[in-house]
């Protein structure tokens, strides 16, 4: 079946200057925990998004260890930087969830990335939902239903769009089939950065 319970869209949350705001947290990220190229599990075959995190956790995955949360960052070892305040705020607001969020993971997508369908199932807490933040080119974005031959449905997400994914679509495939180039000048060069707000443990 195909369910879109718990999945909200807050189109156009962010304005142009919270946006340029946003980008320059990331910029902050990224200089402290540069982006790298994960690699899926067994292959090792590089995946097209590059990736780095915010928070106490953040996800991470390679050949020899495949999908998971780790403290520290798999290339330079440090703990990752603290998710910025405006983030924190925005879960605050939508996520309607008691805990605080503990990763912040950053997706960097270029005209020719796109992320396979798939469920988000490494977060030990599957009650919190996924909160998430769209900045710079539009992206295709696709959500279906619990099995990989359910249905989907296709949209655009585009810059300062947030989405929050509760309830019953938490655990529903979903994928970004492509970015579209030249549809957003706030990113110097182009390009798309999706920022995901997680809980990863259950809070005691
Ligand atoms: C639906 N990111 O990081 S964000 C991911 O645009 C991921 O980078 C996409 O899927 C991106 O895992 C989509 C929207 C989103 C995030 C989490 C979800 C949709 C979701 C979890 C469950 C269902
Ligand atoms: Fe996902």
Known sequence: MTYHQGFRFFSGYF???AQVALLAAVRDIVADAPLYVPT???TG???SVRMTNAGALGWVTDRDSGYRYERLHPVTGNA???IPAMLVCLWRNVADYPAFPEACLVNVYDSKSRLGSH???DEHDR??????VSLGDDAVFHIGGSRRSDPKTRMV???GDVVVLGGEARLAYHGVDRVRAGTSDLIEGGGRINLTLRRVTVAS
Not at 127 to 132: F, I
């Open 15 to 17: 304005d142009r200057a």
């Open 40 to 42: 899926m599990p067994h």
């Open 45 to 47: 075959k590089a995946m």
């Open 80 to 82: 990752w930087p603290a």
């Open 119 to 121: 469920v988000d199932a």
């Open 127 to 132: 009650n919190a939902p996924v909160v998430s």
């Open 157 to 159: 997400l585009r810059s």
